[in-house]
T-cell receptor, first 113, second 116 residues
């Protein structure tokens, strides 16, 4: 089965600074990759997704992610972080032959003023 | 907008009680999922369902069962609650099995269950 690792449990960045959250996956074939965000007290919301094609995908709220097959990675980036981006971020991987996804442990983002 | 609702935001139960967590979605989605979320472990899949009266075990089904009698409703049942089932429970739904859209899961706000 597919699996995901998010190496960073907690990251703190200053408002206006750039952000990169790491995600590594394990899956034998082409993975389907996702980033979700969970604001305090809320359910998860999809930020962006990758199925095939262009390896740089754009999402909502100014986020983007790049699929790198050679590194088994799908890192999330944002050029300038806003205080409202403070949340927990989850990377997830799906497979083409089933509909159940596997989520990483999450990275909590703190934004300093 | 797709809406996934869960019957309770907070629930406190005693060890040994039978607990029902209800989830309802209003977009006629085929697929429904139950996860539990624990710090440092992320979301772990308990059970999922691709259709009415169908259910599949996820990664951690022990101690849980599910019921899907109607397409819009997916219930998680803790037959005899234990303290190690204290957690946040998230329900999700998605449309059309094995289409690209089926991978976009819509989540409810979660139920924080405490078992004492």
């Amino acid at each position: 089965a597919q699996s995901v690792t998010q190496p960073d449990i907690h990251i703190t960045v200053s408002e206006g600074a750039s952000l990169e959250l790491r995600c590594n996956y394990s899956y034998g074939a082409t993975p389907y990759l996702f980033w979700y965000v969970q604001s305090p007290g809320q359910g998860l919301q999809l930020l962006l997704k990758y199925f095939s094609g262009d390896t740089l995908v754009q999402g909502i709220k100014g986020f983007e992610a790049e699929f790198k097959r050679s590194q088994s990675s799908f890192n999330l980036r944002k050029p300038s972080v806003h205080w409202s981006d403070a949340a927990e971020y989850f990377c997830a991987v799906g497979a083409e032959d089933n509909n159940d996804m596997r989520f990483g442990a999450g990275t909590r983002l703190t934004v300093k003023p | 907008d797709v809406k996934v609702t869960q019957s309770s935001r907070y629930l406190v139960k005693r060890t040994g009680e039978k607990v029902f967590l209800e989830c309802v979605q209003d977009m006629d989605h085929e697929n429904m999922f139950w996860y539990r979320q624990d710090p440092g472990l992320g979301l772990r899949l308990i059970y999922f369902s691709y259709d009415v009266k169908m259910k599949e075990k996820g990664d951690i089904p022990e101690g849980y069962s599910v019921s899907r009698e109607k397409k819009e409703r997916f219930s998680l049942i803790l037959e005899s609650a234990s303290t190690n089932q204290t957690s946040m429970y998230l329900c999700a739904s998605s449309p059309q099995r094995l289409a690209e859209s089926s991978y976009e899961q819509y989540f409810g706000p979660g139920t924080r269950l405490t078992v004492t």
